[in-house]
């Protein structure tokens, strides 16, 4: 058996140890029998003295903080290669020391999990640490017993957890979105080894910038209905961080949240209670700004590394807070790169130190095996598109190369008063026009209010799992009302040379396209062995037309109803003839709805 080092992630909200053992890299969970999602392998890097004296690290340490901030310490990392020392319970501590018990714990677990001594690891710190803090680091290590027989920049931990260095000479940015702190790097990858061309980031911001903005919306929501400034209640105020937290999380899948807590506060003596829904949208709004600021200092770093957007090759996510969906879009809308998140981001930078340390040990560089979808999974809506409305607007739900199982919802809305029903559409794909993706399924939800006005929002929810089974679930929110289907082999149904088939085919198709319509006028077979016909979006369009036009007959004067039942007939009449003569009758009624809506 090669030595055992261990890679060690000391961050600053939080800590993670790893280590590859028969080729596969193992985060380990921090108390036994927690099972093996992300968040049973994270130690919040906090340190507290217990009522009975004794040490704690970790969860219980940050539970106690809240009650006893004298007794307990938390984001020594700030502090680190300062000579300065810390008070904890009376005492003072150096940086080192306070590092040290949490690098101490980690060592026990790791320990206690492999079953075997561990006195070497290898340490990730920030690109821009300085010599003294990374000496800082260093003694830290030792103090718990570690031999430091390497510290690593968290970036080129995280490029290789991803593996971006086998890739042949590519540049890389690692942004990375933690609790309290933000870093992007430019990294130069090549033939194995990484280097860090420029960083630059905010010490001061992260995810609790974000659950703060929802802390501030439930006080103003708690002082406009009940009059009460909860500000003044440390309690009610630690709740609520936890309700705006776990808010935010939601917020990364659903379309809407909750902050709820029974008993927040009392006043005069009656029990509040606090209930408020925020939506995704408002949510981001609140946000944007962090995300802008986050945004600038790409820039910054790519100009101090001399380069440009063209020159990267490819974005690599780190930390909790980039799975905020908005600080995904913004990246891919600005850099035109669609970030890569499929290793976790909370446990990549201490997977990368595990591979590190595991190569240092004479190991085969080992690869972190994550299951992934290949394709991009979403639905249409009735959208802008090319400056006019089309019904086949594309809205993807669940990314490529997103890790699975996955759940991921978005909120859509009815178009006009008392609709009752509405249809899904499911396809496979990235263009934006949904014609131009396979589709994989379609139902109809119906029984939906009808005294609802336009705008009655359904929540729908893609669910693919590990065997590439997607339920997709459509659920009106008022009334939970719902339908679904389940496709199977969502992910095997088009693999390979199937799929570069069917583009050729789609893409024949745009060969002869009537330049007019913009659409072909040829069949295409669908993968669920349906048809879409020729001229479909034609016929689309006449139902959406007439429909439309209908709607304006009841509140039209008599002379218009005319024209307009004369338009609907001539359209519908047509609709069994030719392409050519259904457009014209199209063009028609569109100019007289145009005449009567403006
Ligand atoms: P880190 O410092 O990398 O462990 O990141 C911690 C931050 O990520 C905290 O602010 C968490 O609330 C945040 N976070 C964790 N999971 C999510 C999620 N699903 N969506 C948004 N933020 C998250």
Same mark, same amino acid.
């Given at each position: 058996?090669?030595?055992?080092?261990?890679?060690?992630?000391?961050?600053?909200?939080?800590?993670?140890?790893?280590?590859?053992?028969?080729?596969?890299?193992?985060?380990?969970?921090?108390?036994?029998?927690?099972?093996?999602?992300? *968040? =049973?392998?994270?130690?919040?890097? &906090?340190?507290? %003295?217990?009522?009975?004296? /004794?040490?704690?690290?970790?969860? #219980?340490? !940050?539970?106690?903080?809240?009650?006893?901030?004298?007794?307990?310490?938390?984001?020594?990392?700030?502090?680190?290669?300062?000579?300065?020392?810390?008070?904890?319970?009376?005492?003072?501590?150096?940086?080192?020391?306070?590092?040290?018990?949490?690098?101490?714990?980690?060592?026990?677990?790791?320990?206690?999990?492999? *079953? =075997?001594?561990?006195?070497?690891? &290898?340490?990730? %710190?920030?690109?821009?640490? /300085?010599?003294?803090?990374?000496? #800082?680091? !260093?003694?830290?290590?030792?103090?718990?017993?570690?031999?430091?027989?390497?510290?690593?920049?968290?970036?080129?931990?995280?490029?290789?957890?991803?593996?971006?260095?086998?890739?042949?000479?590519?540049?890389?940015?690692?942004?990375?979105?933690?609790?309290?702190?933000?870093?992007?790097?430019?990294?130069?990858?090549?033939?194995?080894?990484?280097?860090?061309?420029?960083?630059?980031?905010?010490?001061?911001?992260?995810?609790?910038?974000?659950?703060?903005?929802?802390?501030?919306?439930?006080?103003?929501?708690?002082?406009?209905?009940?009059?009460?400034?909860?500000?003044?209640?440390?309690?009610?105020?630690?709740?609520?961080?936890?309700?705006?937290?776990?808010?935010?999380?939601?917020?990364?899948?659903?379309?809407?949240?909750?902050?709820?807590?029974?008993?927040?506060?009392?006043?005069?003596?009656?029990?509040?209670?606090?209930?408020?829904?925020?939506?995704?949208?408002?949510?981001?709004?609140?946000?944007?700004?962090?995300?802008?600021?986050?945004?600038?200092?790409?820039?910054?770093?790519?100009?101090?590394?001399?380069?440009?957007?063209?020159?990267?090759?490819?974005?690599?996510?780190?930390?909790?807070?980039?799975?905020?969906?908005?600080?995904?879009?913004?990246?891919?809308?600005?850099?035109?790169?669609?970030?890569?998140?499929?290793?976790?981001?909370?446990?990549?930078?201490?997977?990368?130190?595990?591979?590190?340390?595991?190569?240092?040990?004479?190991?085969?560089?080992?690869?972190?095996?994550?299951?992934?979808?290949?394709?991009?999974?979403?639905?249409?809506?009735?959208?802008?598109?090319?400056?006019?409305?089309?019904?086949?607007?594309?809205?993807?739900?669940?990314?490529?190369?997103?890790?699975?199982?996955?759940?991921?919802?978005?909120?859509?809305?009815?178009?006009?008063?008392?609709?009752?029903?509405?249809?899904?559409?499911?396809?496979?794909?990235?263009?934006?026009?949904?014609?131009?993706?396979?589709?994989?399924?379609?139902?109809?939800?119906?029984?939906?209010?009808?005294?609802?006005?336009?705008?009655?929002?359904?929540?729908?929810?893609?669910?693919?799992?590990?065997?590439?089974?997607?339920?997709?679930?459509?659920?009106?929110?008022?009334?939970?009302?719902?339908?679904?289907?389940?496709?199977?082999?969502?992910?095997?149904?088009?693999?390979?040379?199937?799929?570069?088939?069917?583009?050729?085919?789609?893409?024949?198709?745009?060969?002869?396209?009537?330049?007019?319509?913009?659409?072909?006028?040829?069949?295409?077979?669908?993968?669920?062995?349906?048809?879409?016909?020729?001229?479909?979006?034609?016929?689309?369009?006449?139902?959406?037309?007439?429909?439309?036009?209908?709607?304006?007959?009841?509140?039209?004067?008599?002379?218009?109803?005319?024209?307009?039942?004369?338009?609907?007939?001539?359209?519908?009449?047509?609709?069994?003839?030719?392409?050519?003569?259904?457009?014209?009758?199209?063009?028609?009624?569109?100019?007289?709805?145009?005449?009567?809506?403006?």
């Amino acid at each position: 058996m090669t030595e055992i080092i261990v890679g060690i992630d000391l961050g600053t909200t939080n800590s993670e140890v790893a280590i590859v053992r028969e080729g596969r890299v193992e985060v380990i969970p921090v108390a036994p029998g927690t099972g093996t999602g992300a *968040g =049973a392998r994270i130690l919040p890097s &906090v340190v507290s %003295v217990a009522d009975d004296g /004794s040490l704690l690290v970790g969860d #219980a340490a !940050r539970n106690q903080y809240a009650l006893h901030p004298e007794r307990s310490v938390r984001s020594i990392k700030r502090r680190m290669g300062e000579y300065t020392a810390v008070q904890m319970a009376g005492k003072d501590y150096s940086p080192q020391e306070i590092s040290a018990m949490i690098l101490r714990r980690l060592r026990d677990i790791a320990e206690a999990h492999i *079953g =075997a001594t561990v006195n070497k690891a &290898v340490i990730t %710190v920030p690109a821009y640490f /300085s010599d003294a803090q990374r000496q #800082a680091t !260093r003694e830290a290590g030792e103090i718990a017993g570690l031999e430091v027989v390497r510290i690593i920049n968290e970036p080129t931990a995280a490029a290789l957890a991803y593996e971006s260095c086998h890739s042949g000479a590519r540049k890389a940015l690692v942004y990375d979105l933690g609790g309290g702190t933000f870093d992007v790097s430019v990294v130069n990858l090549e033939s194995d080894v990484v280097e860090v061309l420029a960083s630059h980031g905010n010490n001061h911001l992260g995810g609790d910038d974000f659950d703060q903005k929802l802390v501030t919306f439930a006080v103003d929501h708690l002082k406009e209905k009940h009059d009460i400034d909860v500000r003044q209640q440390p309690l009610a105020m630690a709740r609520l961080q936890h309700a705006a937290e776990a808010a935010k999380i939601t917020l990364s899948d659903q379309p809407y949240a909750m902050l709820s807590e029974e008993y927040l506060c009392e006043k005069d003596d009656v029990p509040v209670h606090l209930s408020l829904e925020i939506s995704r949208l408002a949510y981001e709004e609140m946000i944007e700004p962090y995300i802008a600021e986050t945004i600038e200092a790409v820039h910054v770093a790519l100009s101090g590394a001399g380069l440009t957007v063209a020159d990267i090759n490819e974005i690599l996510l780190v930390g909790g807070a980039t799975r905020t969906p908005l600080v995904q879009r913004r990246l891919e809308e600005d850099l035109g790169i669609q970030p890569r998140a499929e290793v976790d981001p909370d446990l990549c930078v201490a997977m990368g130190a595990a591979i590190q340390a595991a190569v240092i040990a004479g190991d085969q560089a080992p690869t972190v095996l994550v299951d992934v979808t290949p394709y991009t999974f979403g639905t249409s809506v009735l959208e802008y598109f090319n400056g006019e409305m089309y019904p086949y607007c594309y809205v993807p739900l669940i990314r490529k190369n997103t890790p699975i199982p996955v759940s991921k919802s978005d909120g859509f809305c009815t178009i006009f008063d008392g609709q009752t029903k509405v249809d899904i559409n499911v396809y496979q794909g990235e263009d934006p026009d949904a014609l131009n993706n396979i589709e994989i399924g379609r139902f109809t939800i119906e029984g939906l209010r009808e005294d609802a006005p336009a705008g009655n929002a359904l929540i729908t929810t893609f669910s693919l799992d590990v065997n590439g089974i997607l339920q997709v679930t459509s659920r009106e929110k008022e009334t939970g009302l719902v339908h679904s289907i389940t496709i199977d082999n969502a992910i095997s149904r088009f693999t390979g040379d199937k799929l570069a088939e069917a583009r050729e085919r789609i893409d024949g198709l745009f060969g002869d396209q009537d330049g007019e319509v913009g659409r072909p006028g040829a069949e295409v077979t669908s993968s669920g062995g349906e048809t879409v016909e020729g001229g479909r979006r034609l016929r689309v369009e006449a139902a959406a037309l007439t429909e439309k036009a209908e709607r304006l007959l009841a509140s039209s004067g008599t002379e218009d109803a005319e024209d307009l039942v004369n338009g609907i007939e001539a359209v519908k009449d047509r609709l069994a003839g030719s392409d050519a003569e259904l457009k014209t009758a199209i063009d028609a009624l569109a100019d007289l709805l145009y005449y009567l809506d403006a």
